[in-house]
T-cell receptor, first 111, second 115 residues
Framework: TQLLEQSPQFLSIQEGENLTVYCNSS?????LQWYRQEPGEGPVLLVT?????EVKKLKRLTFQFGDARKDSSLHITAAQPGDTGLYLC???????????FGPGTRLSVLP | GAGVSQSPRYKVAKRGQDVALRCDPI?????LFWYQQALGQGPEFLTY????????KSGLPSDRFFAERPEGSVSTLKIQRTQQEDSAVYLC?????????????FGPGTRLTVL
């Protein structure tokens, strides 16, 4: 069974600070996705990373896929209250049939 | 509508009751997924359809859970004889193509509470 761990579980920071959250596994994934989920809503896809070592930027968000395709990080620069939410990583299983989700990092950015 | 819709948004059931949860995917999307999200956790895969064919139901927790997509569009997740441990948010997602790295679009979920 492929499992994903995310850290930290909770993070509360002030507006303007930088932060990094992590997604780790002992398994190799074909691809990995990051989602943000707000209360009462479904997850919304932020990015998909496919190649080991890949770095993608989405405005103030920087995503990195580990060289071995077992881990990933999300870095947010100058966090804003609108970044508040549950950040989920999901790895595509080796059969290409579905995605395995991590438990998420709950981020709160205080004004 | 443009997105995935689910109904009802909230469902309260007494233990032992049967429930049916509906998912309307984005029109024309081939793939449809059901997930269960317990409080404070990430979504857990339940089952996957490609058109009307249920290709993977390995995540269904027991034989009390049943899903169908008879015409390859709307899907229903049915839970028989509900138990308290079934309380969770049930998410539906659809994607345009066969599974792979294609984007999944999630609905808002149905929050099921079993008393």
């Amino acid at each position: 069974t492929q499992l994903l761990e995310q850290s930290p579980q909770f993070l509360s920071i002030q507006e303007g600070e930088n932060l990094t959250v992590y997604c780790n596994s002992s398994s190799v994934f074909s691809s990995l996705q990051w989602y943000r989920q707000e209360p009462g809503e479904g997850p919304v896809l932020l990015v998909t990373v496919v190649t080991g070592g890949e770095v993608k930027k989405l405005k103030r968000l920087t995503f990195q896929f580990g060289d071995a395709r077992k881990d990933s990080s999300l870095h947010i620069t100058a966090a804003q209250p609108g970044d508040t939410g549950l950040y989920l990583c999901a790895g595509e299983d080796n059969y290409g049939q579905n995605f395995v989700f991590g438990p998420g990092t709950r981020l709160s950015v205080l004004p | 509508g443009a997105g995935v819709s689910q109904s009802p948004r909230y469902k309260v059931a007494k233990r032992g009751q049967d429930v049916a949860l509906r998912c309307d995917p984005i029109s024309g999307h081939v793939s449809l997924f059901w997930y269960q999200q317990a409080l404070g956790q990430g979504p857990e895969f339940l089952t996957y359809f490609q058109n009307e064919a249920q290709l993977d139901k390995s995540g269904l927790p027991s034989d009390r859970f049943f899903a169908e997509r008879p015409e390859g569009s709307v899907s229903t997740l049915k839970i028989q004889r509900t138990q308290q441990e079934d309380s969770a948010v049930y998410l539906c997602a659809s994607s345009a193509k066969q599974q792979g790295t294609d984007t999944q679009y999630f609905g808002p979920g149905t929050r099921l509470t079993v008393l």
